[in-house]
């Protein structure tokens, strides 16, 4: 009996240990995240206003107060929306592949074998590549599509890998009961895989646009400064949020840091509302829900 009391006293003090260690990692995780958010919201209110925020940095001068990212917000979207609208299909067409139709293949392995690279790739290389393909050799000058061929580059992987294991998530005797009422494959995909893994992709496409939306380095090479509002992403130099923090952080005064904490805190509110509106979408088309 003394010993089975020391067995399980033993557990005990082991599991206090390591939930002691989870709470621990737990909040070394949120400490810095909270602490950056803090910041940015504390210093970025200073100037998030409405001027802020219908306004661009036209005729403003260095040192000028005023002015706002307007054309950086306007940019930031298109360039995002491009960017998914190239890579989203792409990489959702190619995780099907490899878990539907490509399983221990050598075009499959090769597959995998480069998004594995891709997804290493730092992104001052695809914005290289863009501006030596797209800017040099093709002679195609400074846009914000140009922006988001290069940002697509870097999404593309990471919708990939999140598509691949939503699908592999999805139990096969779904499809075994779709095959068996004589579905043909293409439709099963379509209509039962798809629905079923849908809440996962999106949030892995959240996942890659919230990575690309604060890119700043391939954006230098490919869509260039302005200070005035471009609405066409394929005509023209076109600003973004994270240049627009880059430029504004870089000048020596006051007014402009305040522009770049308040651009910083925009660039993440677009980011939460697109995950919100994601969530949305993903909960309305959710299989459960049409139960």
């Given at each position: 009996m003394t010993s089975i009391q020391h067995i399980s006293t033993g557990r005990r003090i082991k599991d206090r240990v390591v939930q002691g260690l989870v709470y621990l990692a737990f909040a070394l995780a949120v400490v810095p995240l909270i602490s950056v958010l803090w910041l940015v919201i504390k210093n970025g209110l200073a100037r998030f206003d409405m001027e802020f925020l219908t306004h661009s940095m036209r005729g403003i001068g260095a040192r000028d107060v005023g002015g706002g990212a307007y054309h950086a917000i306007i940019g930031t979207l298109e360039q995002v929306l491009l960017a998914s609208a190239i890579?989203?299909?792409?990489?959702?067409?190619?995780?099907?592949?490899?878990?539907?139709?490509?399983?221990?293949?050598?075009?499959?392995?090769?597959?995998?074998?480069?998004?594995?690279?891709?997804?290493?790739?730092?992104?001052?290389?695809?914005?290289?590549?863009?501006?030596?393909f797209w800017i040099l050799f093709l002679g195609i000058p400074f846009s914000g599509f140009a922006g988001a061929l290069a940002l697509s580059i870097l999404m593309m992987?990471?919708?990939?890998?999140?598509?691949?294991?939503m699908l592999r998530l999805v139990p096969n005797d779904l499809r075994e009961a779709s095959y068996a009422l004589g579905v043909p494959k293409w439709r099963t995909i379509l209509k039962v895989v798809l629905p079923t893994a849908l809440t996962g992709i999106i949030t892995g496409v959240m996942l890659a646009i919230a990575r690309v939306a604060g890119e700043t380095a391939p954006l230098l090479l490919t869509v260039f400064f302005t200070d005035s509002i471009n609405n066409d992403p394929f005509n023209g130099p076109q600003m973004g949020l994270p240049l627009?923090?880059?430029?504004?952080?870089?000048?020596?005064?006051?007014?402009?840091?305040?522009?770049?904490?308040?651009?910083?805190?925009?660039?993440?509110?677009?980011?939460m509302l697109l995950n919100l509106v994601a969530r949305l979408i993903a909960w309305w088309r959710s299989p459960g829900r049409a139960r």
């Open positions: 890579a989203v299909p792409i990489g959702v067409l190619t995780a099907i592949y490899l878990v539907e139709y490509g399983t221990g293949g050598r075009l499959s392995r090769t597959i995998s074998f480069f998004v594995d690279v891709m997804t290493g790739v730092p992104s001052i290389v695809a914005g290289l590549f863009i501006f030596a992987p990471t919708v990939v890998r999140s598509a691949e294991e627009y923090v880059f430029d504004q952080a870089a000048r020596p005064n006051d007014t402009a840091i305040d522009r770049a904490w308040a651009g910083a805190l925009t660039l993440i509110l677009i980011v």
